[in-house]
């Protein structure tokens, strides 16, 4: 642990640990769930190991007599501790004295929720400040506050390191081997989807060339509103035995259930009355990189377009939709320390789009366009005026998240910031 990188994560376990008794850390494998939370403990139960689940189940009140604070580790594998936790809080409330970590969704879920209780917290890959990836000068923090934040930084980050980027993953043990080493590292990570994950959710996967070849088009999907029976077209193109809907929404709830799919839901506008707002969300997997490597791209393949097999769910340049990709994940981390919310916003003719709205608990936002350039044109903001024309004053900022080398803001107000620029 001597290696370890800080996560922004850590932060708000700073500050929530003091308050709360027991805290819940979920999130797809290898996201570093496990090395952030024992950190921060003196006692751990690791549950992945079958001896260790079952002298808990035989006495689970060992949480109590060992010293605090505990580590549950891949609680969703013995789902009774649960709420054996729950009611240890009941009994006594001791700030920091539970964490809990989760792989997956139990199948057997806990009797009680947790509510009130247990507080849980999304922890996502790696975004680029955690990556050390160049020094933040751009916090999306300041830009919820709506105070008109300076806009100001460089940087030496271009398009071909974050394509890099995209194709390394945020996964911590993954990112920094071999290229080729790592490539059989995601490789093994996707087929452990298919082969183990799956079956110990309760889902025997008859087919597994289907499922892999659905979660391809999926992946080519990445960043779009896409629907459903296009992705299943895109992944049995040619074929005549396609699943049904019933196996493809298993699919999608089975990999939620892992954690490994976040989409990006329609921004539905509280105070301001839209009317053709489209509802669909916006698809993407818990990292950009999995969505890569099922597509077969590395970072030369993406920069030249020569994605060799990808499913074509539409027109355009699979490094755009990663790239976008890549800085939904970094906002997904940020908006959520901020206490803030992700979305997207499309009119249902497709006449407006805004690629990702950060909305504040009080409901006003930061609008943000991913742009895979170094400059931005007047045409670039078209969408972002036309909202800030809409919703005036609920519109905190405007941002263009490019590839370029400066942060700035533009005459008319929008800021301008290359994503390796973006902080919490």
Do not use: C
């Not at 940087?155 to 993954?174: C, K, M």
């Amino acid at each position: 642990m001597g290696d370890y990188v800080r996560r922004v994560i850590d932060a708000e376990l700073d500050e929530l640990l003091p308050g709360l008794t027991a805290t819940a850390l979920e999130g797809p494998r290898a996201v570093g769930k496990t090395v952030t939370a024992a950190r921060r403990a003196n006692s751990v139960f690791a549950l992945d190991d079958p001896v260790q689940r079952k002298l808990l189940a035989a006495e689970p009140l060992r949480i109590e007599a060992v010293e605090p604070p505990v580590l549950v580790d891949e609680w969703q594998l013995y789902p009774g501790i649960w709420d054996t936790v729950r009611r240890s809080v009941d009994r006594e409330q001791v700030p920091g004295r539970y964490l809990l970590t989760g792989s997956a969704a139990p199948i057997q879920a806990p009797m009680h929720t947790g509510a009130g209780r247990i507080v849980s917290l999304r922890m996502r890959p790696m975004s680029l400040a955690e990556r050390l990836v160049a020094p933040p000068t751009v916090s999306l923090r300041r830009l919820l506050d709506g105070d008109n934040a300076t806009i100001d930084g460089e940087t030496t980050v271009g398009l071909s390191q974050y394509a890099d980027e995209i194709v390394r993953s945020g996964f911590p043990g993954i990112r920094d081997l071999p290229p080729k080493v790592r490539r059989a590292q995601l490789d093994a990570y996707i087929n452990r989807i298919v082969a183990r994950d799956f079956p110990e959710q309760g889902h025997q996967v008859r087919k597994p060339q289907t499922l892999r070849a659905w979660l391809a088009a999926y992946a080519a999907a990445t960043a779009t509103t896409a629907s459903y029976t296009s992705i299943l077209d895109a992944a049995t193109a040619g074929g005549t035995d396609k699943p049904g809907k019933d196996t493809t929404m298993a699919y999608r709830d089975v990999l939620a259930q892992l954690w490994l799919l976040e989409p990006v839901p329609a921004w539905l506008p509280f105070r301001n009355q839209f009317t053709r707002l489209g509802s669909a969300p916006k698809h993407h997997l818990a990292d950009p990189a999995l969505a890569a490597r099922l597509l077969g791209a590395d970072a030369g393949a993406l920069l030249d377009g020569t994605a060799a097999g990808s499913p074509r769910v539409r027109d355009g340049v699979l490094l755009g939709q990663l790239f976008e990709a890549l800085v939904t994940l970094d906002l997904q981390v940020y908006a959520q320390a901020a206490e803030a919310r992700l979305h997207h916003l499309r009119t249902r003719n497709g006449d407006h789009e805004v690629d990702l709205i950060v909305e504040r608990a009080d409901h006003r936002i930061v609008a943000v366009e991913v742009k895979l350039a170094q400059q931005v044109e007047d045409s670039d903001v078209v969408h972002l005026k036309w909202l800030r024309d809409q919703i005036g004053p609920d519109l905190l900022d405007a941002v263009v998240i490019t590839t370029g080398p400066y942060a700035y803001r533009r005459p008319d107000g929008i800021a301008v910031v290359p994503a390796a620029l973006l902080g919490p």
